[in-house]
């Protein structure tokens, strides 16, 4: 399939692709949708196969936060970008040539954290584009997301435990984390603090050391995550994850994690898990606290306020499952519709974001 029918087929707006040999520059920005405001996502480096793993990633990604967007209640649109390298070797010449690709598209798309980049290499961004959030706080910035986004994913989690057990409390509840970076982490920490059992399984082994010596809990390896007799599976690494192959492995009643793109085929995949009445919480609601806390940022608001809202995904996650239950369809599908409602509706006032 060429690049032009993928944008058809997801409804992008814009794709542009980005090179400067010189400071080993290749990168694909990813414009979905800004009929509600600025394309807002953040920047992944990742050393991908091919570059059409690169395209459909970013293609996927930048789909994803228009939803996200628009189920957050925000006034942004959708976009991402992608950097075809390994994370191992950044430098500043690289971010800065990035910078300018951002700014050569004139604000219809802001950059920010992802995978593999941090607020040192969006600081390097900042000296090339205005466009680009999550800088140090001491330059006035929001920081590091993955606070925000975690403390969304826990009230997540606590809104599914409630359809579930009819207690939203993670106390005593067992739930397992794959993928211990950032988020995970993050999330770790707040399951702890409530009392929850937890288990970790990351492709890394410090980072496991590091949630079990603080938060204790056990560790499994690779596949074996898939079967864990557990309340709750927590995906917080890759996406993709949950697919024809795991799904007949899983145990856990409910998936409610980090992670973008957590179901590789969003139709099929949901309907699988639908027949084996495991609770699925669409990826791209649960993980909105980032999109907040950048959001905040824009509008110069205070860090208690993009906690505040991201606590508020308990009730939009309860909101989307109660509605599928009673639509007799997945909660992806329940989500997809609200955020394609409000994205009509109010971007019929603005179609198009200059």
């Not at 976009?79 to 990035?98: H, M, N, Q, Y």
């Not at 798309?109 to 959030?133: L, P």
């Not at 980072?207 to 204790?216: I, N, W």
């Not at 809202?309 to 239950?325: E, G, L, P, Q």
């Amino acid at each position: 399939m060429s690049a032009f029918d993928q944008m058809a087929e997801m409804g992008h707006e814009q794709v542009c692709f980005f090179r400067n040999d010189e400071v080993g520059l290749r990168a694909i920005i990813a414009v979905h949708n800004t009929a509600l405001g600025p394309a807002l996502g953040g920047c992944r480096l990742f050393p991908y196969a091919t570059e059409q793993d690169a395209l459909r990633d970013v293609l996927r990604l930048s789909r994803g936060m228009t939803y996200k967007a628009a189920m957050a209640g925000l006034d942004l649109g959708g976009g991402k970008a992608v950097i075809i390298g390994d994370p191992g070797i950044k430098s500043e010449a690289l971010f800065r040539a990035f910078g300018r690709a951002v700014e050569s598209l004139g604000g219809r798309y802001i950059t920010a954290e992802d995978m593999n980049t941090n607020v040192a290499d969006m600081s390097f961004i900042g000296r090339e584009t205005k466009h680009v959030t999550g800088f140090d706080p001491a330059a006035g910035g929001s920081g590091d997301p993955s606070p925000v986004t975690a403390w969304g994913v826990f009230h997540g989690i606590r809104a599914t435990l409630e359809v579930v057990y009819g207690s939203p409390d993670v106390r005593g509840r067992k739930i397992a984390i794959q993928g211990c970076g950032n988020v995970g982490y993050y999330l770790a920490s707040y399951l702890h603090e409530g009392g929850a059992q937890l288990v970790y399984t990351d492709i890394n082994a410090a980072r496991v050391e590091r949630c079990t010596r603080e938060f204790g809990g056990t560790v499994v390896e690779g596949e074996d995550f898939y079967g864990l007799d557990v309340d709750v599976l927590a995906p917080c690494a890759v996406g993709g994850i949950i697919n024809k192959h795991t799904i007949p492995l899983l145990r856990a009643p409910i998936i409610a994690g980090g992670a973008n793109n957590i179901l590789l085929d969003e139709q099929a995949d949901g309907e699988a898990l639908a027949v084996k009445n495991i609770t699925y919480a669409p990826d791209y609601v649960i993980n909105a606290g980032g999109l907040i806390n950048v959001y905040s940022e824009l509008k110069h608001l205070p860090r208690e306020k993009a906690m505040n809202d991201a606590a508020n995904i308990f009730s939009t996650v309860k909101r989307i499952i109660n509605h599928a239950k009673a639509q007799g369809v997945t909660p992806v599908a329940a989500s997809n519709a609200l955020a394609e409602a409000r994205i009509a509706s109010i971007g019929g006032l603005r179609a198009f974001h200059l």
